[in-house]
């Protein structure tokens, strides 16, 4: 059967019997034919000049190597339809440069255009990552500078671009503290984390063979020093937190942990997720971090990527610098160079120095807001999110008293009263062309709905998301059947979330 046939096959097989529901949507939505269904034999999309043996005449010009012939019915096209199937199936996406992505602790802001059209000059984007450095010393002075100036923003003394994403700077400023507790002689083996981590922390704990300790969040939703005191021994490595932390609240006893850390040996790791609430407001290291990890896709507008490539720096201060990743970059003579002679580095994190093409994103974001500017951008997003928490406060209130800042946690009675949930509203606001916060998270609150518009949303954007996250609460009152099963307008509607995620597809295998 061929793989055409077989795919419509399994869409037929996917249609409920009579009487019975379809939990899960079929393979194509419907009108829309699989990419295999358009396939005609001989069609090709790139005319390699030899005619009606042009598939011949490919093997031959591109060699056996670029030519695969191991895929049993791959689907012959023209150019426009390949085109036209991956730009249908990029309108499916819902992306911040669409829509209103509220997604709380990700800080899905606008990545501006300049940033990708300086990513793409040619001396940039056509640069091999191989280049010696003699060769491209503008690349290299553009790290330099970029480490330079997230030291500042940090106030941290040195940076590196190594970590490809947030979880693999946290890795390497634990492996750090870890390499230094060597350094002297005894590694100290548990790591304190409060109890409304983000799930990144405790796994990186783990990895770098460190014990997670949980510390309890007070009251009032913020660590107090007396329980970091509590927990506090000569086994303890250090205490790693976000701040704000992942109620939206600024820790304020963060620097009487800090000197009780210090006390007794051990450092402060933070967490720099949220950084977009203190750029130009507040630094880490006068905290009294010894390390601090930044997400470059949060905070500084570079691309999420869907995995990847991304970027998450580590800053440290003075006492740690010699165990930063290698190879560092040095100017000696007036040339740049790669210093890898770096005895008590914890190694090579990735390839090559980094994913150049984001490092050049933010810096350009960097450059284009200045000092001012970003400081301006974290004032407004603290502003954005206060206005959203106070105009939903009646149906939505707030999981805290206390004032937050960049992102606010709301919570709803709504379960209790109709039976809808958190997700229920989730998937309602998606029919609204609107992306869902991030709900359930942080852990601590009872169906948490974890919002963060940023500073780059508009008054007329906030409004409309306020409007129809009320009109939802109405409906849910008035018809809780239709609410629970929303999405009405998508392509796909519910899925079956706990299968996907405990079996995942992730090749479709038509054999």
Same mark, same amino acid.
């Given at each position: 059967?061929?793989?055409?046939?077989?795919?419509?096959?399994?869409?037929?097989?996917?249609?409920?019997?009579?009487?019975?529901?379809?939990?899960?949507?079929?393979?194509?939505?419907?009108g829309?034919?699989?990419?295999?269904?358009?396939?005609?034999?001989?069609?090709?999309?790139?005319?390699?000049?030899?005619?009606?043996?042009?598939?011949?005449?490919?093997?031959?010009?591109?060699?056996?190597?670029?030519?695969?012939?191991?895929?049993?019915?791959?689907?012959?096209?023209?150019?426009?339809?390949?085109?036209?199937?991956?730009?249908?199936?990029?309108?499916?996406?819902?992306?911040?440069?669409?829509?209103f992505?509220?997604? /709380?602790?990700?800080?899905?802001?606008?990545?501006?255009?300049?940033?990708?059209?300086?990513?793409?000059?040619?001396?940039?984007?056509?640069?091999?990552?191989?280049?010696?450095?003699?060769?491209?010393?503008?690349?290299?002075?553009?790290?330099?500078?970029?480490?330079?100036?997230?030291?500042?923003?940090?106030? #941290?003394?040195?940076?590196?671009?190594?970590?490809?994403?947030?979880?693999?700077?946290?890795?390497?400023?634990?492996? %750090?503290?870890?390499?230094?507790?060597?350094?002297?002689?005894?590694?100290?083996?548990?790591?304190?984390?409060?109890?409304?981590?983000?799930?990144?922390?405790?796994?990186?704990?783990?990895?770098?063979?460190?014990?997670?300790?949980?510390?309890?969040?007070?009251?009032?939703?913020?660590?107090?020093?007396?329980?970091? @005191?509590?927990?506090?021994?000569?086994?303890?490595?250090?205490?790693?937190?976000?701040?704000?932390n992942?109620?939206? #609240?600024?820790?304020?006893?963060?620097?009487?942990?800090a000197?009780?850390?210090?006390? @007794?040996?051990? #450092?402060?790791?933070?967490?720099?997720?949220? %950084?977009?609430?203190?750029?130009?407001?507040?630094?880490?290291?006068?905290?009294?971090?010894?390390?601090?990890?930044?997400?470059?896709?949060?905070?500084?507008?570079?691309?999420?990527?869907?995995?990847?490539?991304?970027?998450?720096?580590?800053?440290?201060?003075?006492?740690?610098?010699?165990?930063?990743?290698?190879?560092?970059?040095?100017?000696?003579?007036?040339?740049?160079?790669?210093?890898r002679?770096?005895p008590? $580095?914890?190694?090579?994190?990735?390839?090559?120095?980094?994913?150049?093409?984001?490092?050049?994103?933010?810096?350009?974001?960097?450059?284009?807001?200045?000092?001012?500017?970003?400081?301006?951008?974290s004032?407004?997003?603290?502003?954005n999110?206060?206005?959203?928490?106070?105009r939903?406060?009646?149906?939505?209130?707030?999981?805290?008293?206390?004032?937050?800042?960049h992102?606010?946690?709301?919570?709803?009675?709504?379960?209790?009263?109709? /039976?809808? $949930?958190?997700?229920?509203l989730?998937?309602?606001?998606?029919?609204?062309? %609107?992306?869902?916060?991030?709900?359930?998270?942080?852990l601590?609150?009872?169906?948490?709905?974890?919002?963060?518009?940023?500073?780059?949303?508009?008054?007329?954007?906030?409004?409309?998301?306020?409007?129809?996250?009320?009109?939802?609460?109405?409906?849910?009152?008035?018809?809780?059947a %239709?609410?629970?099963?929303?999405?009405?307008?998508?392509?796909?509607? @519910?899925?079956?979330?706990?299968?996907?995620?405990?079996?995942?597809v992730?090749r479709?295998n038509?054999?």
């Amino acid at each position: 059967m061929a793989t055409a046939d077989r795919l419509k096959a399994a869409r037929a097989d996917q249609k409920p019997a009579a009487g019975e529901t379809q939990s899960a949507p079929p393979i194509a939505a419907s009108g829309v034919a699989l990419i295999f269904e358009e396939s005609s034999p001989g069609r090709r999309g790139v005319d390699s000049g030899g005619g009606a043996d042009s598939a011949k005449h490919a093997l031959e010009l591109l060699g056996d190597d670029l030519c695969r012939t191991d895929i049993e019915g791959f689907p012959e096209l023209s150019e426009p339809q390949v085109l036209r199937h991956f730009l249908r199936l990029s309108q499916l996406n819902f992306g911040q440069a669409l829509q209103f992505y509220p997604l /709380g602790s990700c800080t899905m802001k606008y990545n501006p255009v300049l940033n990708d059209e300086m990513a793409a000059l040619p001396g940039f984007a056509s640069l091999h990552p191989a280049t010696p450095p003699h060769l491209a010393p503008g690349a290299l002075e553009l790290i330099a500078r970029m480490e330079a100036a997230l030291a500042e923003i940090t106030g #941290m003394d040195a940076v590196s671009l190594a970590p490809a994403a947030g979880a693999q700077g946290e890795l390497a400023g634990l492996l %750090m503290i870890r390499a230094w507790e060597e350094k002297r002689g005894k590694v100290r083996r548990k790591v304190i984390i409060p109890d409304t981590a983000h799930g990144t922390n405790p796994a990186s704990c783990t990895l770098a063979g460190f014990e997670v300790v949980v510390a309890r969040s007070g009251p009032r939703g913020y660590l107090e020093a007396a329980e970091i @005191r509590r927990l506090l021994s000569d086994d303890v490595a250090a205490l790693m937190v976000t701040n704000p932390n992942t109620l939206g #609240m600024f820790e304020p006893e963060i620097q009487e942990i800090a000197a009780a850390l210090h006390e @007794r040996g051990a #450092m402060l790791y933070l967490d720099g997720a949220n %950084m977009n609430a203190l750029l130009g407001v507040a630094k880490p290291g006068d905290m009294g971090a010894d390390i601090v990890h930044l997400n470059l896709h949060k905070t500084f507008s570079t691309p999420h990527g869907g995995g990847g490539p991304g970027a998450g720096p580590v800053a440290v201060k003075r006492h740690l610098e010699p165990f930063l990743p290698h190879p560092r970059i040095v100017k000696r003579a007036d040339q740049w160079e790669f210093d890898r002679d770096r005895p008590d $580095s914890i190694g090579r994190l990735r390839s090559f120095h980094g994913n150049f093409g984001m490092l050049v994103r933010a810096y350009t974001y960097i450059l284009a807001m200045g000092g001012d500017g970003l400081a301006q951008a974290s004032r407004h997003a603290i502003l954005n999110a206060a206005y959203v928490r106070k105009r939903l406060e009646a149906h939505f209130p707030s999981a805290t008293r206390e004032p937050t800042m960049h992102e606010c946690v709301l919570t709803h009675d709504l379960d209790t009263r109709t /039976g809808v $949930s958190t997700l229920d509203l989730a998937k309602r606001l998606l029919d609204f062309g %609107m992306h869902p916060p991030t709900i359930y998270f942080p852990l601590v609150v009872h169906g948490a709905l974890m919002i963060e518009p940023t500073e780059t949303e508009s008054l007329e954007t906030l409004e409309s998301f306020i409007e129809t996250m009320e009109r939802i609460y109405a409906e849910a009152l008035e018809d809780p059947a %239709m609410v629970k099963a929303a999405p009405h307008s998508l392509k796909l509607r @519910r899925i079956d979330e706990v299968t996907a995620a405990r079996r995942p597809v992730l090749r479709w295998n038509a054999r």
